[in-house]
């Protein structure tokens, strides 16, 4: 099993910056893949940025050159960098992680991010 634990949501004003942190606990050397999705009222969970565990990274267009996504294996955490956020930024960001024998997926309990403008 894995827990993930996120951190670093918030209400920021448009414009500003915000830090999101997740850290697993656990089985974690069966991680390979870990992300950011995020899910607005009303709407799908989409994915925001997602790392393997050699540092390859994936975007969703809206954030690309805004948002940055990092990892520290040593210490099982991933970070999710949000500049200049926007109003239709405002979700719950979501921290996964995917396992590497069968591909399932651990979620955390999400963090509320609010843009206001």
């Known amino acids: 099993q894995v827990q993930l634990v996120e951190s670093g949501g918030g209400l920021v004003q448009a414009g500003g910056s915000l830090r999101l942190s997740c850290a697993a606990s656990?089985?974690?050397?069966?991680?390979?893949?870990m992300g950011w999705y995020r899910q607005a009222p009303g709407k799908q969970r989409d994915l925001v940025a997602s790392?393997?565990?050699?540092?390859?990274?994936n975007y969703a267009d809206s954030v690309k050159g805004r948002f940055t996504i990092s990892r520290d294996n040593a210490k099982n955490t991933v970070y999710l960098q949000m500049n200049s956020l926007k109003p239709e930024d405002t979700a719950v960001y979501y921290c996964?992680?995917?396992?590497?024998?069968?591909?399932?997926?651990?979620w955390g309990q999400g963090t509320q991010v609010t843009v206001s403008s």
């Open positions: 996964n992680a995917v396992r590497i024998r069968d591909d399932y997926v651990y």
């Open positions: 790392i393997s565990s050699g540092g390859s990274t």
């Open positions: 656990g089985s974690t050397w069966f991680i390979n893949v």
